[in-house]
């Protein structure tokens, strides 16, 4: 047994571990498959124990795999915390989805006046799935979104605080039957396809969230669509395609189309900072500060009492009230 351990074959088991899957561990870690296989290998060597069962066709871990995991993730966690803590703070990557989404950008700014010596980088992921494995791998730090959306696996390896009930809307094209509506209740979509993301594999929880509110409904979620990014592409795929875009109250208005609330009932997007768990920085309490006063004064985690939002998003979003 060594004196001591690097703290790199750690993360690299870690890793593995997490992934049971070298090529896509590598790919988290941002090195080469061979050079993580190194890595492995060589902390096995150093424990005197194998930690994997390797086929052609699965990965696995073995006893002391399993038995070394929860003691590596601490040590990992410890590691995070002390340089978090020890002189000047690094950096804190922020995803904060998308440009001009409103919830997470008036949190990250009212967090750059609280804590104006610290630096706080926006990055855009745009949406919590594809962002939730960059923040297990360290490549970000925080991100927003629906963590109820998420899978189990990588709700495990965060944490969370709510920040905002954000009621949703519907993007129509100008000359969309609906877009001289004010607000448009959720009764008047019927017999439409409305455009959610489907078939974007960073964004399934937002999916998710429209399957759940047009059910029974008659409202169908688009077909899937080649992504879309940047305004100029979004806008061809509206005008292509004619459908609604479901989004959000904030949404940034884009030419040649209207924005239109939501009603009857008033559809909930349940929005939660996000972050590894485990993870220290001064930044992380400016931004958690910054969302509790943001959301006190403007009244974010009071639920209207026409809001829907499914069950699982009520329970997570509860449990810190």
């Known amino acids: ?25 590598a790919a988290r870690l941002y090195v080469s498959q061979q050079a993580l296989s190194r890595d ?54 922020v995803d904060v989805n998308s440009p001009g989404l409103g ?19 926006a990055r855009f992921e745009s949406g919590l799935t594809g962002a939730a494995g960059e923040l297990l791998a360290g490549r ?4 927003f979104g629906r963590f109820a959306g998420l899978g189990p696996a990588l709700r495990a390896g965060l944490e969370q605080q709510p920040v905002r009930y954000e009621p949703m809307a519907v993007i129509l094209p100008e000359g969309h039957r609906l877009a001289a509506l004010e607000r448009v209740p959720l009764a008047a979509l019927a017999g439409e396809s409305v455009y ?8 399934p929880e937002w999916t998710d969230l ?13 077909a899937p669509f080649p992504l879309a990014i940047g305004e100029e592409a979004f806008q061809r795929m509206m005008a292509k395609t004619g459908n609604p875009v479901l989004a959000v109250v904030e949404f940034p208005p884009l030419p040649g189309s209207v924005r239109r609330p939501l009603v009857d009932p008033v559809p909930l997007s349940p929005v939660s900072l996000v972050w590894r768990r485990g993870f220290g920085h001064p930044g992380l309490t400016a931004l ?13 985690l009071r639920r209207p009492s026409d809001g829907w939002i499914p069950v699982i998003d009520a329970e997570v979003m509860t449990v810190h009230d």
């Open 1 to 25: 047994m060594p004196a001591d351990l690097d703290p790199r074959l750690l993360r690299s088991f870690v890793t593995v571990a997490e992934e049971l899957h070298f090529t896509r561990a």
């Open 40 to 93: 492995v290998r060589r902390l096995e060597r150093e424990l005197g124990a194998e930690l994997f069962v390797r086929t052609t066709r699965q990965v696995t871990l073995t006893g002391d795999g399993e038995r070394l995991l929860p003691y590596a993730r601490r040590v990992l966690r410890a590691q995070d915390e002390l340089l978090a803590a020890c002189g000047p703070a690094r950096p804190m990557l």
């Open 103 to 121: 919830t997470p950008r008036r949190v990250l700014h009212r967090a750059r006046e609280l804590a104006p010596e610290l630096e706080l980088m």
């Open 140 to 143: 970000l730090d925080v991100s």
């Open 196 to 203: 959610a993301g489907a078939g974007n594999p960073r964004t």
């Open 210 to 222: 429209a399957h759940r509110l047009f059910e029974g409904r008659r409202i169908e979620v688009a």
């Open 288 to 300: 958690r500060r910054a969302a509790a006063l943001i959301g006190a004064e403007n009244g974010w």
